[in-house]
Nanobody, 115 residues
Framework: QVQLVESGGGLVQPGGFLTLSCAAS????????IHWHRQAPGKERELVAR????????TYADSVRGRFVISRDNEKNTVYLQMNALKPEDTAVYYC????????WGQGTQVTVSS
């Protein structure tokens, strides 16, 4: 079955960096966009970034453009989110998503940006 497993979250100081990973299985990884979303306490889940099947195309939310980089390794069935210059407002649970007729979400990984 389709499975997405996020990892790499943690506590980081403002201005710091983290790299999240999303390991995928159970579907033809090279055929689908993969998305990163996040949900902060009391807020709706929002799109952070997404990447095309080949990795040639990527889009970002305005709030992270220029600070975050999404990439994928199609040999490892893994998508990454490199997060730089982190701000307290980046604190959220980060989820990866693939849409294959239905939406499949990972369990999420917590990112906390605080001094």
């Amino acid at each position: 079955q389709v499975q997405l497993v996020e990892s790499g979250g943690g506590l980081v100081q403002p201005g710091g960096f983290l790299t999240l990973s999303c390991a995928a299985s159970g579907f033809t990884f090279t055929s689908y966009y993969i998305h990163w979303h996040r949900q902060a306490p009391g807020k709706e889940r929002e799109l952070v970034a997404r990447i095309s099947p080949t990795g040639a195309l990527s889009t970002y939310a305005d709030s992270v453009r220029g600070r975050f980089v999404i990439s994928r390794d199609n040999e490892k069935n893994t998508v990454y989110l490199q997060m730089n210059a982190l701000k307290p407002e980046d604190t959220a649970v980060y989820y990866c998503l693939v849409v294959i007729t239905y939406e499949y979400w990972g369990q999420g990984t917590q990112v906390t940006v605080s001094s």
